[in-house]
């Protein structure tokens, strides 16, 4: 898929400092350059990063797996030690190289970084609709398109999932932007801006912000609202950090920019899923209840949307329960309680209404009605068994690989646990750009070959 670039000699493994605990801290990853050559014969300079652990990895599922946060702040870290000229590790100074020897560019120039999972396609002009939405409006660091489901018709569990997530991209998400707040950006298909400039000179950082980097890479997560936020939700609180920080800029949504994802076709693995999404989701409303700068008034306010989703969330069991008894009352007795009937009525067929009037999509009313044949799963079997389980910081069967523990333990650990061990963060080497490059200057080698004699000594 990428052709390799022999420029700068051959990509070696290199030191980085990892979010996990004890020796795991240490880990390492490749750093290849090359060009990915488009279908109409455009070559594009493309770096990627391969973690591969350490030698005592070797043999172990999944070897350098540190989870979705710890890849997410090796990007996080590189461009904030780029734009703040910091010392760096050596896989900051590898991915610096190959990025100004394949593009001729200073990664401090980059404005946006677009994230998506490896199951997901992302649509032709999707890109494009981003970038137009972030130019068109300064004071947005942050936005997600739709993301539809691509294997519709895979089993009976994937079905009861796409409409759903079209009302939670064009009833949740759709509302929030209308203040602004967009409160959770999913990791499967989102972009942030990087920094934004104010005034003629002065830079913001936005997503690179210290206050983000810092709380974000925590490594320390001892309580059960700690553990929610940081090990379960990442994507979402990444999102609620953006927000505590900057409220007054805005996280969008724009419909027009669409992906295709595959949702798991398994119930256990839905189930599993949605424990690990239903609670982060209340912990990080719980964070942005105490954010009082959001936008709007009392009511009229982002922080009543937030309290209204919380109190939605968590009260969905009891709600779905009063429901099914009604039902189960009126089909006994014969008496047709005519109000809460006509609510029920209202509110199963407003969504089918903002269909008709908003995307005129007319395929997603028949989808309507799996959703809501579906409708004791989504709120009372889910929520009931998350809160059950609200102790339980695994990622479940979502993504197995040959040789991993299955579902990984409840403390969230990844592949190989730590224990107790001490680890001294100063055995990863910090040096800044200049002391890296005199480094490999003073010893005559290029990149690769100063990093296999480093990794020797």
């Known amino acids: 898929m990428v052709e390799l670039d022999s420029g700068g000699g051959y990509p070696r493994p290199a030191e980085y400092l990892a979010i996990a605990e004890g020796r795991r801290q240490r880990n390492m990853g490749v750093v290849y350059g090359g060009w990915y050559v488009t279908k109409c014969g455009r070559r594009v300079a493309t770096v990627v990063v391969v973690k ?15 989870g979705k946060r710890d890849s997410q702040m090796v990007l996080m870290n590189f461009l904030s030690r780029c734009l703040f000229d910091d010392k760096m590790t050596r896989l900051d100074y590898e991915m610096r190289f190959r990025i100004q020897h394949l593009m001729n560019v200073e990664p401090s120039q980059f404005d946006y970084v677009l994230m998506v ?36 018709f895979q089993s009976w ?13 064009h009833l949740g998400k759709a509302f929030e932007s209308v203040f602004g707040g967009v409160t959770c950006l999913p990791g499967c298909f989102s972009m942030y801006r990087i920094k934004a400039k104010k005034g003629n000179n002065e830079i913001v950082p936005l997503l690179i912000n210290p ?44 419909p027009q920019a669409i992906c295709h994802t595959v949702v798991p076709d398994e119930f256990k693995v839905l ?3 949605r424990r690990r999404w ?48 009604l039902l189960i009352q009126t089909a006994v007795t014969g008496q047709v309680q005519l109000i809460p009937m006509l609510l029920l009525l209202f509110i199963l067929g407003l969504p ?95 990149v690769g070959e100063e990093m296999k004699q480093s990794i020797c000594l």
């Open 117 to 152: 999972d490896a199951d997901t396609d992302v649509d032709q002009h999707a890109l494009k609709h981003m970038i137009t939405a972030m130019l068109n409006d300064r004071n947005i660091m942050g936005l997600c398109g739709e993301t539809k489901v691509r294997n519709k």
């Open 271 to 273: 189930l599993s899923q």
């Open 352 to 446: 089918g209404l903002m269909i008709v009037v908003t995307t005129r999509q007319m395929e997603y009313i028949g989808w309507l009605g799996v959703y809501i044949l579906s409708l004791p799963l989504w709120n009372f079997v889910l929520p009931t068994y998350a809160f059950w389980h609200f102790d339980d910081f695994s990622w479940g069967q979502t993504r197995m690989v040959h040789g991993e523990v299955k579902g990984g333990d409840k403390e969230g650990h990844h592949g190989v646990k730590s224990g107790e061990e001490v680890f001294d963060p100063s055995v990863v080497a910090l040096r800044t750009w200049e002391e890296w490059n005199q480094r490999t200057v003073t010893l005559g080698k290029g």
């Open 278 to 325: 239903i609670n982060s989701t209340i912990h990080n409303l719980m964070e942005l209840l105490l954010v009082g700068d959001l936008c709007g008034v009392f009511c009229f306010s982002m922080q009543f949307v937030v309290f209204l989703e919380l109190v939605g969330t968590v009260v969905l069991p009891a709600a779905i329960s009063f429901t099914i008894f």
């Open 52 to 66: 591969c652990g350490t030698v005592e990895e070797n043999g172990a599922g999944k070897p350098g797996n540190r």
């Open 157 to 169: 569990v994937t079905m009861i999932q796409v409409f759903e997530y079209y009302a939670s991209h």
């Open 211 to 254: 206050d983000i980097v810092d709380e974000y890479s925590e490594n320390i997560v001892e309580t059960l609202h700690k553990r929610n936020l940081l090990l379960l939700g990442e994507d979402r609180f990444l999102s609620t950090l953006m927000l505590r920080n900057f409220p007054r800029r805005k996280m969008m949504f724009v």
